[in-house]
């Protein structure tokens, strides 16, 4: 199994109760699951967890046989290897498509750069926008662009919190399916948040819900 969360727990310090409890997740490599439930559930609280944002109370996280969290073990975030989309704040808003999409990558020299630049606009479909600002793009070209900015450095699991929640019913239609597609393109194991089953069909090979009564 590609991604094994087990037993998670998990308590805000200022609050009173377990937000999360005894949870439990299995994808394949290349597998897109959708988290599914309702507001307040804790469903950003398990991708923060699984991204290293927060470090749980108890319970073991392993991508690609790699612990990244049990009682004895707390990987950084930045050395994680996952790749985040945030339904907010998705571009740096001064800084042009090229300059989002290569954000992070300056250790790597100009021509590997400037190739996974190309990489990944072409899997997105934007090759045109590079000298763009996000002001100049609609709302689903942002995602898109969000998306390759996630998956420029390669990361070995994509996170996407409530990628949609922006855009309205037509394009949100469209872009669901444009996403299915760009993650298929790159075969990336990914997570995918949302509160709408919609969503969850359209884009998921999988629905996983929190919590599970469905
Ligand atoms: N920083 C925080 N400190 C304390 N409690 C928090 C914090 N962030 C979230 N919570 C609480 O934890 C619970 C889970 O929140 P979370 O954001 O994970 O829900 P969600 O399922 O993503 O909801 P939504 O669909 O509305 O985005 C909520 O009750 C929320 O109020
Ligand atoms: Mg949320």
Redesign the pocket.
Known sequence: MYVIVKNLSFK?K??KDY?ITNFNLEIEKGEIVALL?P???????ILRLISGLEIPNGGEIIVNNRVLYNKNVFIEPQKRGIGMVFQDYALFPHMTVEKNILFGLEKINKEARQRILDEVLELVDMKEYKKRYPHELSGGQQQRIAIARALAPKPSLLLLD?PFSNLDAGLKKRIRKEIKEILKKSNITSIF?T?DIEDAKDVADRIECHPCEM
Request: neutral net charge.
């Open positions: 805000y200022n609050a937000q439930g507001s307040g559930s804790g469903k950003s609280t409530e948040v509160h």
